[in-house]
């Protein structure tokens, strides 16, 4: 019913930037969350960033002060900006959609962050 389509992963140094693009229907502005999570090789699932419709942003505290996130309804997407990248932001980064409860996951894409 959602489709969310993930690209601009890839390697970069430590204190470099990125920016991923997630791609959707256009029902981005019609969700009730936007988002990101991320995971790590033998860690579970994390928030990185997630914004309600009202506006609302909560941060994780790890990437807090790094990462922002923005959204561009008339092309139903959204992207992730992330700074100062650290090896420890090394992780597959999942776009995320919530809709009347239920959750939406695109394919992930790799961010690989070398020291």
């Known amino acids: 019913q959602v489709q969310l389509v993930e690209s601009g992963g890839g390697s970069v140094q430590a204190g470099g930037s990125l920016r991923l693009t997630c791609d959707s229907k256009?029902?981005?502005?019609?969700?009730?969350?936007m988002g990101w999570y991320r995971q790590a090789p033998g860690k579970q699932r994390e928030l990185v960033i997630v914004?309600?419709?009202?506006?609302?942003?909560t941060v994780a505290d790890s990437v807090k002060g790094r990462f922002t996130i923005s959204e561009d309804p008339a092309k139903g997407a959204q992207y992730l900006h992330m700074n100062n990248l650290k090896p420890e932001d090394t992780a597959v980064y999942y776009c995320?959609?919530?809709?009347?409860?239920?959750?939406?996951w695109g394919q992930g894409t790799q961010v690989t962050v070398s020291s």
């Open positions: 995320y959609v919530t809709k009347h409860g239920n959750e939406f």
């Open positions: 256009g029902t981005i502005s019609l969700a009730n969350a």
């Open positions: 914004m309600t419709s009202s506006g609302e942003t």
